[in-house]
């Protein structure tokens, strides 16, 4: 597994994950080919993080059976409407069909935010 991560996560994971797992149980995270975009059920009193898992093997997802190589964890900090903005931006590569195969010819987390700007022109 490789992931690529921004730190903000430091001493937050019990409250982060709790709320990841809430969204899980009102439906699945998957979204679509190989990717999931997990998020918590409602903004956090955090800074906005963006983490990105890539597996060497995909995994099952959900009880449908979809499975995913891409996680792309997403948590979007309280009473900050501007970072609303993000899930927009990240609909917009996810729905690049090659994205993913590009991601993994070059794993790293400046690579993603290159996409990210490239597609975003």
Do not use: C
């Amino acid at each position: 597994m490789i992931t690529l991560s921004s730190p903000a996560v430091a001493g937050k994971t019990t409250e982060i994950n709790k709320a990841i797992r809430l969204r899980e149980e009102l439906g699945s995270s998957y979204f679509g080919g190989t990717v999931a975009l997990p998020h918590p059920v409602s903004p956090l009193p955090i800074a906005t993080f963006v983490s990105v898992i890539l597996l060497k093997h995909p995994i099952e997802w959900d009880t449908d059976g979809n499975k995913v190589d891409l996680v792309i964890l997403v948590a979007i900090e309280k009473n900050n409407a501007k970072v609303f903005q993000l899930w927009n931006y990240l609909g917009k590569i996810i729905q690049d069909a090659t994205f993913v195969e590009r991601l993994k010819r070059h794993p790293t987390f400046d690579y993603f935010i290159q996409e990210l700007s490239q597609i975003l022109d």
